[in-house]
C-alpha cells in the first residue's frame, strides 16, 4: 500500500526516467528545423564533424541530440520515415545501456538506428543482435541505404561466410548477425593459432533484438564448440598389445652404486605415484617394436616431437596393464545398452562412478585392455552461455516487446535496467478474460467456433501455441471444419515472414507456433509495400502499368484495411497458457499495433498441464461454489488472476534454475577468462623466452619439492633419488650429493636453485644450436596446443564434476561450495599440467640445426590446425541435473576400428578423407 501511495506521489523510477527522456527529445525535437534546412550534403558532412568533436574529446553524450537529429532528418529523406518521439526516446534507454521495452509494431528497427549511428562514430563497432539470419539481412539491408548515406560502413555476420569474409563484416562500422554466430565467432577466435585469424575486434557495444528470448528463453542452452577427440580406437589396440612385449623390471637400482635391480627390465612401476617409467632400454625396445608394427619410422625416435603423443599411449597402456586393476579400481559390468564397460570405482568410498571416465587416454586404454567398446569421445573444446558472451561487451542493451515481467531477472543478472515506452498511440485490444472448461475437447470447440465466427464475418484471427504438436493438432480440427489456414513452425523465416505479413488481409487464418522474433508486424488489411513489390516482380506486368496498377493496389488496400478494422482488427486466439506470462504477452502483443483495434482470447481447461500441476484444485473449486453447468466455461477474473499467479510460480522457478545453472557458470567464466587472456597475450608474443622460462622454473622448483621439501633439513632429502631422476627422465647429470658433501652449508633453496640452473643451462645449450626465431615459433605452437588440451579436459573434468557434485548434498555438504572449491583446484592442476607438458616437450625436443626447428614448428603449428577445425559448433543444451546434451553434430567420418590397417604410406586413407594415409590416419599410427 505504502509504495502504491508513494509511487503516486513521486511517479515509479520509469516516470522519471520517461520524463527525463521527454526533455532531451524536446532539444532533439528542437533542432529539427534546422536540420531540414540542410542540403543533403551538409546533412551528411555531420558524420565526419561529429568523428572530428569526438576526436577532440567530445562524449557521445553531449552529441546525441544532435546525433539523433541528423539520423531522423536522414530516415525522413532517404527512408521516408520520421522517427516517432517515443521511439527517440526507446533510442535513448539503448544508447544509456536499458533494455527498451516496446510493443510489436512500434517499430524497434528503426528504434535501433539512433543508438546505432550514435556509437558507431566512435569507430569501436556496433553489433546489432538478431534472433536469425534472415532478419539480419533484411534489417541490414533495409537499413544500409540510411547508414549509407550518413557515411557509414554496414556488415553482416553470416555462418556461411569466409574468414575474410567475417572480418570485413566485424571490420564495418555496424555489424548485424545472430547471437549464436557472434558467440560462436568468439570462442573460435580464442582457437586460432595465429593473430591474423581472428575476425572480431574487441565488443564493444552490442543491441540484443528481442532481448528476451536471447538472455532468458535461451540462457539454458550453451553455444558448444566440439570435436570429435581424435578417434584413436587404432592406437589404443595396437598398444595395448606392445605392453606385453615390455619387460617390467624387478627391484629399484641404488643411484650411487646401481646395484638392487633384482631383475633388469624396460619400465619400472611405482605404485604409490601411480606412474610408470621406461628405462633407456625400455625406450630402444619400444622404438624398435612400434618401428616394426609400422607405427613409428624406421628412423625416428620417440623422442621426436611428432611422437609425443604416441610416448604418451604407450605410458597409458603401461598404466593400464600394471596399475589399474580390475575389481579394484574399476569393474567392467553391462552399460545402459547391455554392452559391457568400463566403471571406475571410487578409491575412498568404494562407490561406482557411472559415467565418469579417467582422463588422458587412461580410460580408453583400460577398455583396450578389457576388450570392451572403446568410447569415442566428444570432447568440448570451447563454450560459452549468452549471458557470458553477452556481459563481455563494453555496453550491452536490448529490446523487446515484452520485458516487463522479467525485469527482475535483468536487472539481478546482467545489471540491466528495463525501461517501459508508451505506445506511439494507445493500445485499443481488448484482451478478453480467459474462458476455463472443465475438459480439453470442450475447449477446442469453443476455440473452433470462435475461429469460424471470425472467418465467417472476415476477421483476421492468428492462433498461436506453444508446441507443434499443438499447431498440428489445431490444424486437423480445422481442417475437419473445412477452415481455410496456413500453419508456421518458424522453420523457413523468409518465406513465413511473407506469410504472417498478409495474415491481416480478411478472412485468414494463421497458427503460429512462437511468434517471437518474426520480425514483421501483421498489417490490418495485409502488407501494402509487399503486394506492390510482387506486382513489380511480376513478369507479366508491363512496367508502364506500374503507377496504375500502385494506384489500384492502393485503393483496395485502404478498402480491405477500414473493413477488417470495423470488423475488430486481428484477434488473437490461444488454447493453452505458456509457463511464462511473458510468452502470453508476446503473442497477445501481435494484435492493436498503433493503435488499431484487436482482441485476444485463451481457451483453457482443467486438464491443461499449467493448470492441472499449479492451478487446477483452485479454479475447480471456483467452479463448483459458483455452481457451474456442465459444459459451461468460467470466464471471471478471479480465474484469469489465479492462473496468473500460477504463472508467476513457475517463473520463479525457472529464474531459480537460471540463476543456479549461472552460478555454477560463472566458475568456469572466470577460468575462461584467464586461459583466453593468456592465450591472447601469447599469441600476440613475439617471444616467449620469459613464460617459457617460468614455466620451466616453476615445473623444477616442483620437482625438487618432491625429494627436498621445502624447508626441510638435509636428513630429510632424498638426493640420490633426485638425481637419478634428473639424469633418467631430464637427462641431466648433476653431482648434486657430491656438491653437498664438499659444502658446509647447502640448505634446499641451494638445491633448487643448481637444479633449476642446470635446466636454463640445458636449454639455452639447446637455443644456441637453432634460429631463434624459428624456435619461438615451436615453442608457441607447443604452449598453445598444450593450453588448448589441458584447458579441454578441464572443461570435461568440470562437466563431470558439476554432474556428480549433487550427490555431495547428502553429506551436508554445500554442492556449490564444494563445486567452486574443488573447480579451483582442478584449474590449478590443470596450470600445473601445461606447465610440465610444456617443460618435458621443450626439454626433450631433439632438435638440433635451425632447419630442424622450422620442420618441428610447421608440424606443431599443422597439428594445430588440424585441432582446431575437428571443431563443430553445437547449440546444446543444458537439461535440469546440468547434464549438456549436444542437439547437433556433424563429426567428421569416424577412422576405422579394429585392426591396424596396413595401408601404404602413400595410398588413401580408408577413412575417406581423400587424403594420402600418411597424411591422414597413418599420421596416428
Ligand atoms: P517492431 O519490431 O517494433 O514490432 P518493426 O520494426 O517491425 O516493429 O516496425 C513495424 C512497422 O512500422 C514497419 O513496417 C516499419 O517500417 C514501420 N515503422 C516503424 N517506425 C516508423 C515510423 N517512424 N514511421 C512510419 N512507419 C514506421
Known sequence: MAIHFLTRLFGSRNDRLLRQYRKTVEQINGLESGMQALSDEQLQAKTEEFRERIGKGESLDELLPEAFAVVREASKRVMKMRHFDVQMMGGLALHHGKIAEMRTGEGKTLTATLPVYLNALSSKGVHVVTVNDYLASRDAQTLSRLYQFLGLTVGVNLPTLSRGEKQAAYNADITYGTNNEYGFDYLRDNMVYEPVERVQRGLNFAIVDEVDSILI??????????????????????????????????????????????????????????????????????????AERGMLAGDASLYDPSNIMLVHHLYAALRAQHLY???????????????????????????????????????????????????????????????????????????????????????????????????????????????????????????????????????????GTSSIENSELISNLLNKAKLPHQVLNAKQHAREADIVAQAGRSKMITIATNMAGRGTDIVLGGNLEKAIQAMQDDPAVDPADYPAREQALREQWQKDHDAVTSLGGLRIIATERHESRR?????????????????????????????????????????????????????????????????????????DIRKQLLEYDDVSNEQRKVIYQQRNEILDARELKEQITGLREGAFNDLVAQYVPAGSVEEQWDIPRLQQVLQSEWGLDLPLQQTIESSNAFSDEDVREQVVQAANAAYEAKLAQVDEQQFVQFEKAILLQSIDTSWREHLASLDYLRQGIHLRSFAQKQPKQEYKREAFALFGQMLDAVKNEVTRVLMHVRIQSPEEAAAAAAEANARNQQLAQAGHTVHADYSDDGIVEAQVSDAPPAAPVGEVPRVGRNEPCPCGSGEKYKNCHGKLA
Not at 482443467?606 to 483452485?618: E, K, N, S, Y
Not at 467452479?623 to 477474473?637: H, N, Q, S, T
Open 217 to 290: 528463453d535461451e540462457a539454458r542452452t550453451p553455444l558448444i564448440i566440439s570435436g570429435p577427440a581424435e578417434d584413436k580406437t587404432t592406437l589404443y589396440m595396437a598398444m595395448r598389445d606392445v605392453v606385453p612385449l615390455l619387460e617390467r623390471q624387478e627391484g629399484e637400482a641404488d643411484p650411487r652404486t646401481g646395484e638392487g635391480v633384482t631383475k633388469p627390465g624396460d619400465f619400472t612401476v611405482d605404485e604409490k605415484g601411480h606412474q610408470v617409467h621406461l628405462t633407456e632400454s625400455g625406450y630402444e625396445k619400444a622404438e624398435q617394436i612400434l
Open 325 to 463: 586393476h580390475r575389481d579394484q579400481h574399476y569393474v567392467v559390468q553391462a552399460g545402459e545398452n547391455g554392452k559391457p564397460e568400463v566403471v571406475i570405482v571410487d578409491e575412498f568410498t568404494g562407490r561406482l562412478m557411472s559415467g565418469r571416465r579417467w582422463s588422458e587416454g587412461l580410460h580408453q586404454a583400460v577398455e583396450a585392455k578389457e576388450g570392451v567398446d572403446i568410447q569415442a569421445e566428444n570432447q568440448t573444446m570451447a563454450s560459452i552461455t549468452f549471458q557470458n558472451y553477452f556481459r563481455l561487451y563494453g555496453k550491452l542493451s536490448g529490446m523487446t516487446g515484452t520485458a516487463d515481467t522479467e525485469a527482475y531477472e535483468f536487472q539481478e543478472i546482467y545489471g540491466l535496467e528495463t525501461v517501459v515506452i508508451p505506445p506511439n498511440k494507445p493500445s485499443k485490444r481488448d484482451d478478453q478474460l480467459d474462458r476455463v472448461y472443465k475438459s480439453s475437447k470442450e475447449k477446442y470447440d469453443a476455440a473452433i467456433a470462435d475461429i469460424r465466427e471470425c472467418y465467417e464475418r472476415g476477421q483476421p484471427v492468428l492462433v
Open 583 to 655: 510468452i502470453d504477452n508476446q503473442l497477445r502483443g501481435r494484435s492493436g499495433r498503433q493503435g488499431d483495434p484487436g482482441s485476444s482470447r485463451f481457451y483453457l481447461s482443467l486438464d491443461d498441464p499449467l493448470m492441472r500441476i499449479f492451478a487446477g484444485d483452485r479454479v475447480r473449486s471456483i467452479m463448483e461454489r459458483l455452481k457451474m453447468p456442465e459444459g459451461e466455461p468460467i470466464e471471471a477474473g478471479i480465474v484469469t488472476r489465479s492462473i496468473e499467479s500460477a504463472q508467476r510460480k513457475v517463473e520463479a522457478r525457472n529464474f
